[in-house]
């Protein structure tokens, strides 16, 4: 999401080329000129996914999930992250491929976003049969894969811009940001198993401690980049006058400590959900988080002032996941004071009693 400012006849080339793939539902990169139909009043929804699919049952119910989600006539939509259950095997190549054609069936444009379950994990967290790779190799391979240049994933592409196009940040692909319309959409890689900060004898954990201190290393410096993208993404948000911020990533971050954890489950994210709060307080429209991770739907106002008092602004939302092959809708209403409409989709085909 870091493309280097592109003179205005070239964006509005680029913008007029997304336009023609997408008909009446463009998704674009950051522009000056919001000229798309969603950009004059008019609502328009997007979908959000995640965590599917798990297992056989979820990748016989994945495809209805999709065709569900085809028949919606949506903007666009986001996929928080995890391609398959921890424990369903190991993370071979042939996980991100399959992965990549389920995403490009998709009638519209899809920005997919990592799990702990692609790359975190696959060094064996569940068990040998799921082991047997470098997590950042995977990393690596995943970002290949699914954000090799500025266009979504989808039938029908969308501009987006990266986090690598800036420098300094140049591994960082799979951080992203578009406008569409009053709102700003920003992905991170946020994971799932402490945000990739691993501690001796917590959760299992039986790697090395030089294992654990290299990947203590990633999330630190991740962690860093994460920090930068959002920061400076609010700043364009306002910069622009939006009404409103969705940022996306993978783990539950536990706010309040509503899992009840121990301090070193959890510490991965006390650098990016304080930053999230400055920047949600800071931030004059609407504000929402949708992550994924602990696999039920959820829509709650967890975050508050010093004073106690509920931050009124800010929604997060949990989408379903596992066992559970649905879909959230979030309608963009640039005349609702609220903007965000979040609407849980159950598709039918994938209620039963297994």
């Keep these: 999401m870091r ?3 592109r003179s205005a ?10 336009t023609g793939l997408m008909g009446a539902g463009s998704a674009y990169a950051d522009h000056d000129d919001h000229e798309d139909g969603h950009a004059n009043g008019r609502s328009y929804t997007v979908g959000l ?16 999930l999709i065709a569900d989600m085809n028949d919606a006539n949506l903007a666009f939509s986001i996929f928080d992250g995890d391609l398959k259950a921890g424990g369903d095997g190991a993370c071979t190549d042939a996980l991100y491929t399959q992965s990549l054609e ?18 975190t994990d696959c060094w ?26 500025d266009q979504s994933l989808g039938r029908h592409t969308m501009t987006v811009r990266r986090e690598s196009e800036e420098p300094g940040y140049e591994k960082y692909r799979e951080n992203v940001r578009l406008v569409e319309g009053p709102v700003m959409f920003i992905g991170l890689n946020v994971q799932g198993s402490n945000d990739n900060l691993p501690h001796a004898g917590v959760d299992g954990e039986n790697r090395p401690a030089s294992e654990i201190a290299r990947m203590a290393a990633e999330h630190q410096e991740r962690e860093a980049a994460n920090i930068h993208w959002l920061s400076e993404s609010y700043a364009e948000a306002k910069r622009l006058g939006l009404k409103g911020v969705l940022v996306d990533w993978q783990a539950d971050p536990n706010f309040n400590n509503e899992q009840k954890l121990q301090p070193a489950q959890y510490d991965g994210f006390s650098g990016i959900l304080p930053e999230l709060r400055r920047q949600v307080l800071a931030f004059p429209g609407q504000s929402a988080l949708v992550h994924g991770d602990s696999h039920y739907f959820k829509e709650d106002k967890p975050l508050k002032y ?4 509920v931050v009124a602004n800010f929604t997060r939302v949990e989408t379903f996941g596992d066992g559970n092959t649905h879909w959230v809708a979030v309608t963009i209403d640039p005349n609702d004071p609220n903007l965000f409409e979040f609407s849980p989709r159950i598709v ?6 297994r």
């Design 124 to 149: 064996g967290r569940y068990g040998p049969a799921t082991g047997g790779f470098d997590p950042l190799e995977r990393l690596d391979h995943e970002r290949q894969v699914f954000c090799p240049t």
């Design 3 to 5: 493309s280097i400012w």
């Design 49 to 64: 996914f995640g965590d599917v699919p798990y297992g056989a049952s979820g990748r016989i119910e994945y495809p209805r």
């Design 102 to 119: 389920w995403f490009n069936s998709f009638d519209r444009p899809v920005v997919a976003l990592p799990g702990d379950n692609d790359w």
């Design 348 to 353: 039918a085909a994938n209620v039963n009693d």
């Design 306 to 309: 010093d004073n106690g008092q």
């Design 9 to 18: 006849i070239a964006a509005a080339a680029a913008a007029a080329v997304v």
